[in-house]
T-cell receptor, first 109, second 113 residues
């Protein structure tokens, strides 16, 4: 089955700093999803990437999928306290979804 | 439109008791998924319904877990009898078609003491 590894496991940054979260797959990614979870809430869909080399942005968050479609990165520019939470990458696996372990992001004001 | 709703939001039960979790997907979503996040670990897939049929239940940990989706609408996940290691947050998600972005509920936090 698909194995997804996320790094780092946790991240503490000062407000205003940039950061990157990585997601590496053991198999070719045919659909890579980024979700964000805040404590007590469900997972919020951020972005979906499907094509090698694809890059998408939403507000200050940019996600990329490498050409080989085995690694994705999520980059946050000028982080804010509202960006704090757990970021998870998920991958399609025969129409099911598999997730990485998540990256816990803390943004210090 | 109403999102995915899960009930209860929290449940505290004793070992050996039974608990039933409910998930109401977004109306019209044929695909319904159950996931579980055990404290400190990744979210793990439990099973996938397409309408009322179990498409994939490979993630169900053992026969103490029973999921149903009668009529292809809401789904229930029953744990009987509950064990300590069943504690965690149970998420439900739905999608219109397979592979589409999932819409998640807020989860049910289950604590087995």
């Amino acid at each position: 089955s698909q194995e997804l590894e996320q790094s780092p496991q946790s991240l503490i940054v000062q407000e205003g700093k940039n950061l990157t979260i990585n997601c590496t797959s053991s198999k070719t990614l045919y659909g890579l999803y980024w979700y964000k979870q805040k404590y007590g809430e469900g997972l919020i869909f951020l972005m979906m990437l499907q094509k090698g080399g694809e890059e998408k942005s939403h507000e200050k968050i940019t996600a990329k999928l490498d050409e080989k479609k085995q690694q994705s990165s999520l980059h946050i520019t000028a982080s804010q306290p509202s960006h704090a939470g757990i970021y998870l990458c998920g991958a399609d696996n025969n129409n099911d979804m598999r997730f990485g372990a998540g990256t816990r992001l803390t943004v210090k004001p | 439109e109403a999102g995915v709703t899960q009930f209860p939001s929290h449940s505290v039960i004793e070992k050996g008791q039974t608990v039933t979790l409910r998930c109401d997907p977004i109306s019209g979503h044929d695909n319904l998924y159950w996931y579980r996040r055990v404290m400190g670990k990744e979210i793990k897939f439990l099973l996938h319904f397409v309408k009322e049929s179990k498409q994939d239940e490979s993630g169900m940990p053992n026969n103490r877990f029973l999921a149903e989706r009668t009529g292809g609408t809401y789904s229930t996940l029953k744990v009987q009898p509950a064990e300590l290691e069943d504690s965690g947050v149970y998420f439900c998600a739905s999608s219109l078609v397979g592979g589409a972005p999932l819409h998640f509920g807020n989860g049910t936090r289950l604590t087995v003491t």
